[in-house]
Every structure is written in C-alpha cells, then in structure tokens.
T-cell receptor, first 110, second 114 residues
Framework: QKEVEQNSGPLSVPEGAIASLNCTYS??????FFWYRQYSGKSPELIMS????GDKEDGRFTAQLNKASQYVSLLIRDSQPSDSATYLC??????????FGKGTLLTVNP | KAGVTQTPRYLIKTRGQQVTLSCSPI?????VSWYQQTPGQGLQFLFE???????NKGNFPGRFSGRQFSNSRSEMNVSTLELGDSALYLC?????????????FGPGTRLTVL
C-alpha cells in the first residue's frame, strides 16, 4: 500500500478558477503535513505546512487537514498561469521521516 | 541567509563507476536529508543525518551511503552505478528534523548513468 497518495492528474483549470488538490496518507501517527510546488526542472519549494485539523490560509492558498479521514488538501483560489506546476503532498510520519506523494500536475489555462 | 547548495549540478558517469555528491545546508540547520527523484517513482527518501549520525534510512540498497561532517555538510556516495540510478538527487536541510521542522531543498544534482 502506498503511504501517500495523490491524484496524478493532470488537473487543468481556467485562469481565475479554484484548483483543488487532494492527498491521503496511511500512517495514522503522522504529525505534520506539507505542500510543495515544483516547477519543471526545479527543486520543490514549500507552499504550506499544517499540523492540526482544520483550515489554514495563506494568501490565495488554503490547506485543509482531516486526521480522522487521513486526508489533506490544498485549494488555490484565483488560479494564475504561474501556478502551473507539480504539487507535492508530503507527510511526516511517526518516525519523523518525510514521505512524498508522486505529485499532481496542475495546468492553469489563460 | 544562503539557501541549500549542492555540487555538482550535473554529472555523467558510466555503469560500474562510483559518484560522490555534496550538500551544504542552510546556516544553522543540523538535519540533512537526501532524496532520489525519478519520473516513475517520484521523490523517494534515501537517508537523513543529524549531528553526524544517520537517523533515518529509506529502502535503498547498500550501494547508497552517506555521511555528515561536524559543520553539518553532507555527502552521499553511490558505488557500482547502474543505469537505473539516473535521477535527480535532492538534498534538503532543516533545523533539527523535528516533527514540525520544514525541509528546504537545494537545486539538486542531475546524475546520468550511461
């Protein structure tokens, strides 16, 4: 069983729309959850971190965590073409090891 | 602060050779993790070092090894290279690798094995 799963996409949304990215994880002892963005040919950069159930907002980005359902999501409001990238969900498990999903490719069409 | 740096940025090797990659963490960061990224497998954890000790290890063969120096700089070594080792190798640093620490990635080393 995969430890962190994401829809591989590609997910295509029009400019200005809301993009919704989802992630599930298997380790119930997981403590910390991260969303990274990776542009083609570049290394991952952190967008959001979330540690407790509920929503966390930062500008156009909202991370949502539901530990009971073992589910974490990222919403991008007012999507821009510059948001086109691969989004990686990362989960820090009970052993402090950071495990990544395979990523969701997002394309925002002008 | 300067970010995470990795050298070299690109490497071309042939099967059977060995390679050493270097990573300098952000100043003050003591935890260094290494990842292999391939199109098929995504980002896979290799190992993590903290205070010169390997604290966590992924599911890679013994050909993959690493070490950390007293200044927190880290190296990873791959011996007896195989074609399948061609990948982007990423290093990430964090303060102490605790549950809430954020990992910051370097630009990566692109390894091609011919």
């Amino acid at each position: 069983q995969k430890e962190v799963e994401q829809n591989s996409g590609p997910l295509s949304v029009p400019e200005g729309a809301i993009a919704s990215l989802n992630c599930t994880y298997s380790d119930r002892g997981s403590q910390s959850f991260f969303w990274y963005r990776q542009y083609s040919g570049k290394s991952p950069e952190l967008i959001m971190s979330i540690y407790s159930n509920g929503d966390k907002e930062d500008g156009r980005f909202t991370a949502q965590l539901n530990k009971a359902s073992q589910y974490v999501s990222l919403l991008i409001r007012d999507s821009q073409p510059s948001d086109s990238a691969t989004y990686l969900c990362a989960v820090k498990g009970s052993n402090y090891k950071l495990t990544f999903g395979k990523g969701t490719l997002l394309t925002v069409n002008p | 602060k300067a970010g995470v740096t990795q050298t070299p940025r690109y490497l071309i090797k042939t099967r059977g050779q060995q390679v050493t990659l270097s990573c300098s963490p952000i100043s003050g960061h003591r935890s260094v993790s290494w990842y292999q990224q391939t199109p098929g497998q995504g980002l896979q954890f290799l190992f993590e070092y903290f205070s010169e000790t390997q604290r966590n290890k992924g599911n890679f063969p013994g050909r993959f090894s690493g070490r950390q120096f007293s200044n927190s700089r880290s190296e990873m070594n791959v011996s007896t290279l195989e074609l399948g080792d061609s990948a982007l190798y990423l290093c990430a640093s964090s303060l102490e690798g605790s549950s809430t620490d954020t990992q910051y990635f370097g630009p990566g080393t692109r390894l091609t094995v011919l």
